[in-house]
């Protein structure tokens, strides 16, 4: 359990990064049970991906979505 949840961990501090963030943003007071499943599994399925070019992919998707919410 420690492994899964050390991989876990690394998991969501290299998707901060990438998205230039802190991972306490993923958890906030605000967030729902349902919230917090997407997170979990959106972090599930980034963490399979092993090719680094479909992991840059799935980031500038996020960052786009990111950027189209803030601008509208």
Excluded at 2 to 19: E, G, M, N, V
Excluded at 49 to 69: E, H, T, Y
């Amino acid at each position: 359990m420690s492994h899964d949840h050390s991989r876990s961990t690394r998991t969501q501090q290299c998707i901060a990064d990438a998205l230039g963030t802190g991972v306490e943003n993923f958890f906030t007071e605000r967030s729902e049970p349902q919230d917090l499943h997407e997170v979990v599994e959106l972090l599930a399925a980034f963490d399979q991906i092993v090719d680094p070019s479909d992991r840059k992919a799935c980031i500038d998707f996020v960052q786009s979505v990111l950027k189209r919410q803030r601008t509208a």
